[in-house]
């Protein structure tokens, strides 16, 4: 039940995806592998609730490091439901 849950959320979420995930893959890779301009997490490494945390955090601009105030502008136009379907996918996309 949980697969097809999560199904069904990557599944919506893949519009927003197409748009917006492409152009995250020149920081974080296409299989979210990398460490953003060799400060940020792996994100691969992350679990679904953690990149939840971190972009509406970015989002609110209570988290964050070096790149905060670059990723708060990518976020920001996104709502937190958004944000949280992003994340599964993003889980989705780093088993590949």
Same mark, same amino acid.
Request: net charge positive; charged share 20%; with cysteine.
């Given at each position: 039940?949980? !697969?097809?849950?999560?199904?069904?959320?990557?599944?919506?979420?893949?519009?927003?995806?197409?748009?917006?995930? !492409?152009? /995250?893959?020149? /920081?974080?890779?296409?299989?979210?592998? #990398?460490?953003?301009?060799?400060?940020?997490?792996?994100?691969?490494?992350?679990? +679904?609730?953690?990149?939840?945390?971190?972009?509406?955090? *970015?989002?609110?601009?209570?988290?964050?490091?070096?790149?905060?105030?670059?990723?708060?502008?990518?976020? +920001?136009? *996104?709502?937190?439901?958004?944000?949280?379907?992003? +994340?599964?996918?993003?889980?989705?996309?780093? #088993? !590949?």
């Amino acid at each position: 039940m949980n !697969k097809i849950l999560l199904g069904l959320v990557a599944l919506s979420a893949v519009v927003f995806a197409e748009v917006n995930l !492409k152009s /995250c893959a020149g /920081c974080h890779g296409t299989t979210w592998e #990398k460490k953003a301009m060799g400060k940020s997490a792996v994100v691969a490494d992350m679990n +679904a609730s953690a990149i939840t945390t971190a972009l509406l955090g *970015y989002k609110d601009g209570t988290y964050g490091g070096a790149m905060k105030g670059l990723m708060k502008s990518q976020v +920001a136009r *996104y709502s937190a439901e958004d944000l949280n379907a992003t +994340a599964l996918l993003i889980v989705e996309q780093s #088993k !590949k």
